[in-house]
């Protein structure tokens, strides 16, 4: 059903077409049996997961971005992910950048966003999880507002970090969004070390005083070069972290099928969706050849399939959140990649 709903909705902006896609998930969420006819379906026996001590009901979940508020978890939940990662959020509301900022190259099954972190800050989204219903993991993907300075990031990380505390099942520690200025050198070795160990030292007194321990992870871009990649498994292995979320979109723009004018007329952003794969794929094998288990890997970047999807877990990723897949596939996306890990667990 979703092939013949998607030619509508492409009809329409991006941004029009996400808000009216979730109002409508939303609203199947609640009419049992609705969201089956789009695809989607609960994760099958047997696709169950256990990684950072939480039990994941399916290998893959809903990357940050899509659900920047925490407003969809009960309709994601609904589709069949394991899990669904809220954000990024930042401690005040901002409203982004300005519009156009999200594109489609169909050519290429691709987005390109400059979304710049847009968000009704951290308070709105706990009140909201709260409430949330049982049986999915949450990830809480964190960031810093684009007003606060590098030298003031980790005030603004330390924010979302205690306010999300106990509505949260993980964490995810985004310095890789191209979309905030500066934002990426937060990554450098120094400044990335000490804004983790802060977390942590956060982290040890919250589990010490009520017992609650929440793994946290970092997300990091595909544009770093090897040297940058040995230097961010040092940190993860040095700050006491559980592991690394790859990856997030690229500034690169390299063998594309849209044609270039169409694509510098696009401006500045992230690219995501297939033309990701490769890359993405090339940096989750190599951080678990530096990284060994029981270090968590998610991979993320051109899930389009359960073959691509499988081809990150091959590579070594634990579990795999899709975004840009979703827009071109659909729902039945998340059932065929839990069917079949499901399948090859028998």
Not at 104 to 124: K, P, S, T
Not at 273 to 288: C, H, M, Q
Request: aromatic letters at 4%.
């Amino acid at each position: 059903m979703y092939r013949l709903l998607r030619p509508l909705l492409f009809l329409l902006n991006p941004e029009k077409a996400h808000r009216l896609t979730f109002r409508l998930l939303d609203l199947a969420a609640h009419l049992p049996g609705l969201l089956a006819l789009v695809g989607g379906r609960k994760p099958p026996k047997g696709a169950e997961v256990v990684v950072m001590g939480l039990r994941f009901p399916g290998p893959v979940g809903l990357a940050a971005g899509m659900d920047k508020d925490a407003k969809h978890v009960r309709a994601m939940a609904a589709l069949g992910f394991g899990h669904v990662e809220v954000g990024t959020l930042t401690p005040r509301a901002q409203p982004g950048n300005p519009r156009p900022r999200l594109f489609r190259l169909l050519a290429d099954e691709a987005l390109i966003n400059r979304m710049g972190f847009n968000n009704g800050g951290v308070e709105a989204a706990v009140d909201r999880l709260r409430h949330r219903e049982p049986g999915v993991i949450v990830g809480g993907n964190i960031g810093k507002n684009k007003e606060t300075p590098n030298e003031r990031a980790a005030e603004d990380y330390v924010a979302c970090f205690t306010a999300l505390y106990e509505v949260v099942d993980y964490f995810v520690v985004n310095v890789s969004s191209p979309n905030t200025p500066g934002l990426r050198e937060l990554q450098d070795k120094e400044p990335l070390l000490a804004l983790l160990q802060q977390l942590v030292s956060i982290r040890m007194e919250r589990t010490a005083a009520h017992g609650t321990f929440r793994p946290i992870l970092l997300k990091i871009a595909p544009d770093l070069g090897d040297a940058q990649l040995v230097e961010v498994c040092e940190v993860v292995r040095a700050s006491g972290i559980e592991g690394v979320v790859a990856t997030n979109t690229t500034i690169g723009r390299d063998g594309l099928r849209t044609p270039a004018e169409e694509v510098t007329a696009m401006g500045a952003g992230g690219l995501s969706g297939a033309p990701v794969r490769a890359r993405s794929t090339e940096v989750v094998r190599f951080l678990r050849g530096h990284l060994p288990r029981p270090f968590v890997i998610i991979g993320v970047g051109g899930i389009d399939s359960a073959d691509a999807a499988q081809e990150k877990l091959d590579a070594g990723a634990d579990l795999v959140q899709v975004y840009t897949g979703l827009i071109y596939r659909g729902p039945a996306l998340i059932d065929a990649i839990n069917k079949r890990c499901a399948s090859r667990r028998r």
